[in-house]
């Protein structure tokens, strides 16, 4: 008895250590361990709290996909990795971006637990190949879960974070990982839903007049440009989290909107600025070249190779943390290799760029703009997706299109042969002509274009070759300035899609070369383009 009772003592003596924060920003252990053979994933379970400024406590669990679990994925930027604030997982202390911990806290439910799909919490990253077996199986994550939220970031005051009784009377807290008040992203959101709601697609008044009784103010285009900036806009890891949903949901701070009003909104200001020319808002510009691209990709429907390289050439001005998830990024869109983050980065870009070349038989990455500052390391034919192009993402996306409506190998695939080394691309080809002469070359901010078409028409008038148009040279000059290539629209389907010019064309082809032309009017296949003379034909590069 006398035992029992010193031993209890003891035991209340023993002093209480507190649970340390791992390295790594990692649990530590991430338990429990995943079945790298088998399609098994972590779910986080998000533990409920009655008031907002409680501490957040998470649980992990794992689950098999082919189960179908029930779970919501999140899509967010990282932020800062230098700001972090303290959760618990598993009862234990683990620091994450300040950008997570606000995500985490507006979605915590009151009462009820919810089950989400973290990349940073469900992932050991410290692990290559667990990294590399879970990005993966990103593809289904994502097409799987039924909702899945795109996190732009917290008010810019952090008032989301604080209980309702304070908001306003406790000293502001600035959140690094967003830049817009809770007014402002409640006109941006507001903004977009009256874009989306614009469908009588009439285009003798400008946009801006047309929206409603009173017209917006200049504070809605702001705002809007201002929510387009957030971070996750510009990271590529989010291109497939916004992609890949069936109904993903825009949040920002406590507000929330359908991405598919956004894209709605896109797509009304689309039509408006190519077919009035005359809503020339700098934010309608930015909506577009924002989301047209995720646009494209969503109603393209089925993933394929083909639709994985145009992905790496639009998405490639997107920003990632490491080199390797340029390529990585984008696999769940049709790639045919895996991820391996035992590669390094010029393995992952040749590989990639060289078993995309095989599986589709086509030359796609050699269509690609000029890059700046190129790795000296690559070979001349892998694009290096971290040099920064030569040009816009219009230009990069134009090509992309472009591409598919030319068939000069008549169906025939590029013919590979061996090499010992893996930094040469071995290709059979044909000699078919000889340049003779070369004219000066277009861009965007040439105000000399017309001058350099002139000099165009010049050349071509001096050949001496046979045209392959009935109606002759002139024929062939107008298609020529717009690669045989129109943009135009398709009730059937939102925005604009690109198809063969027809005889029809001519008109509007010279008023896009017309004084009055902008740079958004200007057929973006011009840029960069020279004319070449050559001794058996004419045609431009």
């Known amino acids: 008895m006398a035992t029992t009772k010193r031993r209890t003592q003891n035991r209340r003596r023993r002093p209480r250590v507190p649970p340390q924060p791992p390295r790594n920003n990692q649990p530590q252990p991430l338990p429990p361990q995943l079945d790298l053979h088998n399609r098994q994933i972590r779910i986080l379970r998000l533990l409920p709290a009655p008031n907002r400024t409680d501490p957040i406590q998470c649980a992990l669990y794992t689950a098999y996909l082919d189960d179908d679990p029930s779970y919501e994925a999140l899509s967010y930027a990282w932020g800062d990795a230098t700001v972090t604030r303290q959760i618990f997982v598993n009862k234990s202390r683990v620091n994450v971006t300040e950008n997570l911990a606000a995500a985490l806290r507006n979605l915590r439910r009151r009462f009820h637990d919810r089950c989400l799909w973290v990349d940073a919490l469900c992932i050991n990253q410290r692990d290559d190949a667990e990294k590399s077996h879970q990005v993966n199986l990103m593809k289904d994550i994502y097409a799987r879960a039924p909702n899945t939220i795109l996190w732009l970031g917290d008010y810019l005051d952090g008032s989301s974070s604080l209980p309702p009784h304070t908001m306003g009377t406790s000293p502001v807290r600035r959140c690094p990982s967003a830049a817009m008040s809770r007014r402002e992203v409640a006109t941006a959101f507001r903004f977009l839903r009256r874009l989306a709601r614009d469908e009588d697609g009439a285009c ?184 920064e192009p030569d040009g816009y993402v219009s230009q990069s996306t134009a090509w992309s299109h472009v591409y598919k409506f030319y068939n000069a190998a008549s169906g025939k695939r590029a013919i590979i042969g061996h090499s010992d080394s893996e930094s040469v691309l071995a290709l059979q080809g044909w000699v078919t002509d000889k340049v003779s002469m070369v004219s000066d070359y277009v861009t965007w901010d040439n105000e000399d274009r017309f001058t350099v078409a002139d000099q165009w028409k010049d050349m071509m008038m001096k050949s001496q070759n046979c045209c392959p148009y009935q109606e002759g040279y002139e024929e062939a000059f107008w298609r020529l300035t717009v690669c045989d290539v129109f943009i135009a629209e398709d009730d059937k389907r939102p925005g604009f899609y690109y198809r063969r010019a027809v005889a029809e064309d001519e008109a509007e082809s010279k008023r896009t070369w017309g004084a009055n032309a902008s740079r958004e009017m200007i057929a973006p296949f011009a840029q960069g383009k020279q004319f070449l003379s050559c001794q058996g034909a004419s045609q431009a590069t």
């Not at 400008?206 to 971070?231: I, V």
């Not at 083909?306 to 490639?316: K, Q, T, V, W």
């Not at 990024?329 to 290799?337: F, K, R, S, V, Y």
Request: hydrophobic share 40%.
């Open 204 to 387: 003798d008044v400008p946009l801006t007049r047309r929206l409603a009784a009173q017209p917006p103010g200049p504070e809605c285009f702001e705002a809007m440009k201002s929510l387009l900036a957030l971070p996750w806009w510009s990271r590529i890891w989010t291109v497939q989290e916004a992609v890949l949903p069936k109904r993903p949901t825009v949040m920002c701070g406590t507000m929330q909107i359908p991405l598919e009003i956004v894209l709605k909104a896109s797509s009304n200001s689309e039509r408006h600025r190519f077919k009035c020319g005359r809503c020339r808002q700098p934010g309608l510009g930015v909506l577009w070249d924002t989301i047209h691209p995720i646009q494209f990709v969503r109603l393209t429907g089925d993933v394929t190779p083909e639709l994985f390289a145009d992905a790496l050439i639009m998405f490639r001005y997107r920003k990632a943390s490491d080199p390797r998830d340029r390529v990585f990024a984008l696999l769940g869109l049709g790639a045919t290799i895996t991820a391996d983050y035992s590669l390094s980065c010029k393995e992952v870009f040749i590989n990639s760029a060289r078993q995309q070349i095989v599986q589709s038989g086509h030359l796609i990455f050699l269509k690609r703009i000029a890059e700046r500052n190129r790795s000296p390391d690559l070979p001349s034919w892998v694009p290096d997706w971290c040099a």
